[in-house]
């Protein structure tokens, strides 16, 4: 399932669900735009799991709960804790930290 965040609340949505990927990006990054697509389609490979882009910008609270300092950045959340992060532009790099939490 993929979703745009239109709010400040990932911690509810992280909270309430086994596990949560997550695109973290800005209007003004040009490869969190090419990333975009290639989220879709791995939301669309794992249609139980919650994928959603929060725009590290509008939403501090949510940029806070997996520590992001660069554009774009992917993070997991499993049992309501963060798990991991990667900054890429590399959709390998993506898929690996994806295969991280589905596979378990």
Same mark, same amino acid.
């Given at each position: 399932? #993929? *979703?745009?965040? $239109?709010? $400040? /609340?990932?911690?509810?949505?992280? /909270? !309430? /669900?086994? =596990?949560?990927? &997550?695109? #973290? %990006?800005?209007?003004?990054?040009?490869?969190?735009?090419?990333? @975009? +697509? @290639?989220? *879709? @389609?791995?939301? %669309?490979?794992?249609?139980?799991? +919650?994928?959603?882009?929060?725009?590290?910008? *509008?939403? +501090?609270? %949510?940029?806070?709960?997996?520590?992001? /300092?660069?554009? +774009? =950045?992917?993070?997991? #959340?499993?049992?309501?804790? #963060? *798990?991991?992060? &990667?900054? =890429?532009?590399?959709?390998? !790099?993506? @898929?690996?930290?994806?295969?991280? &939490?589905? %596979?378990?």
């Amino acid at each position: 399932m #993929f *979703k745009e965040l $239109d709010q $400040d /609340n990932l911690a509810e949505t992280v /909270n !309430s /669900n086994d =596990t949560v990927i &997550v695109q #973290f %990006s800005a209007t003004w990054c040009g490869n969190c735009r090419l990333m @975009k +697509p @290639k989220f *879709k @389609k791995l939301a %669309s490979e794992h249609e139980e799991i +919650p994928f959603l882009m929060v725009d590290a910008e *509008k939403f +501090p609270e %949510s940029r806070k709960l997996a520590n992001v /300092n660069n554009l +774009p =950045t992917f993070a997991t #959340f499993k049992n309501g804790e #963060f *798990k991991n992060q &990667v900054q =890429t532009n590399k959709f390998e !790099s993506l @898929k690996e930290l994806v295969n991280e &939490v589905t %596979s378990n």
